[in-house]
């Protein structure tokens, strides 16, 4: 599929999906979503992928909704806007609960939806000089309404709160403060940080235990303890059986080194 609001490349098991609207500060409309929801649907259904990489050119990771994309949808109906919603609302749990990992590279503003979008990563590396983050939407009489079930469950509802209703813009240092970001690097290691992170889950972990340990994490929140455990119990047990499990036990017993 061709692109325009976005670039995907795929190498040495890597898949990366690069957020390609400089000009635009990498804003979302309809079509980046749409182009978004592909490049992930492609990178999960493609055996040579093990992990997504998702970045972005220029100065902004996402500065959140189009502008004129706003203009646009303040004219929808309500159904017109319902599923415009849904269609935001399912790439955001596509990516939250692909069986790869996910790495988002933050290097510059992440905003509204662009916060979002890092949010649902697994891993979320951020350039300290350059970095930003914040649910800037009560400015503009919006709210963070999606994302914000996906941030309670990644910082708590307490800072959750702080983030969404104070509307500040923050720092990838206070961002990992928080816990929305995982690693806080130079930005001009950024890029070569996330490329060894992916390097590293690709060579040293198995895409299988990777890929169950994000059904488990997606599916336990909505079960309560006693089903969560017999989920978890259930997995563990299926778990044993697979062959990455049963290759990765063997080496360990031998002290061979086994490359995934």
Known sequence: MDYSRIKYSVANRIGTITLSRPEKHNALDDVMVSELTSAFTGATRDAGVKVVLLTAEGESFCSGADLE????????????NLEDSTTLMKLFLQ???????????????????GCGLATVCDFVLASRETARFGYTEVRIGFIPAIVLVFLMRRIGEGRARELVLGGQVIGAEDAFNLGLVSRVVPAMELERSGMELARDLVSKNSGSSMG?????????????TNEALDYAANLNALTRMTDDCKKGIDA???KEKHTW
Not at 212 to 224: C, D, F, N
């Open 95 to 113: 990516i939250h609960t692909c069986r790869k990992p996910v790495i988002a590279l933050v290097g510059g503003p992440a905003l509204a939806g």
């Open 212 to 224: 169950l340990i994000k059904e488990l994490m997606a599916r336990v929140p909505g079960m309560s």
């Open 252 to 254: 360990f017993l031998k």
């Open 69 to 80: 994309y706003l203009q646009r949808i303040s004219k929808y109906d309500f159904n017109q």
